[in-house]
């Protein structure tokens, strides 16, 4: 197993487990909103909501800078495995008349 199977490895558990961490940093964020506004008389439930939410967004932030570092790296080395999904669907480009 050389290195560049060692790093395509890397790179596909990686770009597995970002779309995941995004969406519960996602959850987290409006389980933020959700208590900020339901606690709309509370002050210290309105705080802890606050941070929460506050959390949630610098979370979004790391993982899809990860996401990208990541990407990066793969064009970089030259690896393939980011493309497992296949290509985009494309449109016809022509209007009907």
Sequence with gaps: MGLLNVFD???SVVAAIIPILIGIGVV???WGLVKFIAHGGDE???????NVMIW???AL???VA?????GYLQES????????LGD????PTTIPT
Excluded at 44 to 50: D, F, L, P, Q, T
Excluded at 77 to 84: A, H, K, M, N
Excluded at 88 to 91: G, H, I, N, R
């Design 9 to 11: 490895f890397f790179i």
């Design 66 to 70: 990860l996401w990208a570092i990541v």
């Design 56 to 58: 949630g967004m610098v």
């Design 88 to 91: 985009l669907p494309e449109l």
């Design 77 to 84: 080395i030259g690896l393939t495995s980011w493309s497992s």
């Design 61 to 63: 932030f790391v993982m």
């Design 28 to 30: 987290v964020f409006f």
């Design 44 to 50: 210290k439930a309105r705080e802890e909501g606050k």
